[in-house]
């Protein structure tokens, strides 16, 4: 498959071609629906199902952690086999740790037709999931193909453009293989990422710090001296855990219990809903939020990841200066939200000038999909 500069435009429209000619797939209402995997968003699909007078038999699992889960039986697929031979399945799994291709392969394995995908659940229950990370109304990424045909030609290189191309039509159930798909170089520091920080003492910002971990890779990249660090982490559980790594060991860190945002804020902070974490109206904590160009006003920085449950939007706007004053290296989260693909690449483009800016995939699903902006060397 071509993807080169002026292939994309023909290229993504061509997939919106194919998203048209896709035979439309639905949960039918006049039978039982059982539900491939009974995690957070198996059982978000039952409710949503229960909720539109479906009739939910079961959830299906490999190997069931319980013999029922919100009232209804938990089965493996030789007991599914034997109870009802013919089911119906819906596949409730969405997350990175296990490629949707796998899934697939164990239903057909256990002598099923393949579950309805999520993208086709969603289309019919969306709104009763709400936010689910990238997943999204195939209807509204068709919509916005040809402006994601002039993302793709401003990315670096032959393999941006492809992961690009090929993400999108996962998501629209063309390209189901991508799901297992992951790009060769390590997710943040990578050859994209290390060579502009060779040589110096580096500043370094992290987003949506977790326990450390991020932190914790980049001390150990051979050549890489991080002479600052500035970790932020509003998830109170993920803060403990990350002080905990960091605090005494590493004096050039400094952890903030505190989320990034454009501006100064309290805003609601949604933990423990299963693949992450949210800022939302809906939140269960309150989480004081600052905008880099407040936080760190004058130091130069070198580097900034954003990993912020989809505030990604949010955070850039709100370090602007920073990055026209600075131009540090960019790793910024794409999967949050069905938009994030085409809106912060765009975003990105106003702010960095005289950059390159690269797509990699991290892990399975979609899941971890970053952009990387990287500063031109002889600007």
Not at 1 to 20: I, K, S, V, W
Not at 231 to 254: C, I, K, S
Request: charged share 15%.
């Amino acid at each position: 498959m071509q993807t080169g500069p002026t292939a994309c435009t023909d290229a993504f429209l061509r997939l919106r071609e194919q998203a048209a000619a896709q035979p439309a797939r639905r949960i039918d209402a006049g039978r039982p629906v059982w539900i491939f995997g009974a995690g957070h968003f198996g059982r978000a699909l039952a409710r949503a199902m229960q909720a539109q007078g479906l009739a939910v038999a079961g959830f299906v699992e490999t190997t069931p952690q319980a013999p029922e889960v919100q009232g209804l039986p938990v089965l493996d697929w030789p007991a599914l086999a034997r109870t009802a031979p013919q089911a119906q399945l819906a596949l409730g799994i969405l997350n990175r740790r296990t490629p949707y291709d796998q899934l697939v392969a164990l239903t057909t394995q256990a002598g099923f037709a393949a579950p309805l995908m999520t993208w086709e659940i969603y289309d019919q229950f969306g709104p009763a999931l709400g936010w689910r990370f990238w997943l999204g109304e195939r209807s509204l990424l068709v919509s916005q193909l040809e402006r994601l045909a002039q993302v793709a030609e401003r990315l670096g290189d032959d393999e941006s453009r492809e992961t690009l191309l090929r993400l999108c039509a996962f998501r629209l159930g063309l390209d189901l293989e991508f799901s297992s798909f992951l790009s060769a170089e390590p997710q943040y520091f990578n050859a994209l990422t290390l060579p502009p920080l060779q040589g110096k003492a580096i500043t370094y910002i992290d987003c949506g710090a977790y326990n450390g971990d991020t932190y914790a890779e980049l001390v150990q990249q051979p050549g890489i001296t991080c002479g600052q660090a500035f970790l932020l982490e509003p998830d109170p559980d993920n803060y403990a855990a990350l002080v905990r790594r960091v605090a005494g060991q590493h004096p050039q860190a400094v952890c903030l219990p505190l989320a990034a945002a454009e501006q100064y804020s309290i805003l609601s902070f949604a933990a423990g809903q299963g693949e992450g974490s949210a800022i939302g109206s809906g939140g269960n904590i309150h989480v004081a939020a600052a905008a880099l160009d407040q936080i760190v006003p004058q130091a130069q920085v070198d580097f900034i990841k954003l990993d912020v449950e989809g505030a990604e939007a949010l955070v850039l706007r709100g370090a602007r200066h920073m990055i026209e004053r600075c131009r540090p290296v960019l790793a910024v989260s794409l999967y949050h939200n069905p938009a994030d693909i085409w809106e912060l690449p765009e975003l990105l483009f106003s702010l960095c000038q005289n950059y390159k800016f690269y797509i990699r995939q991290h892990c399975y699903n979609s899941f971890d999909s970053v952009l990387y902006a990287i500063p031109c060397q002889d600007f």
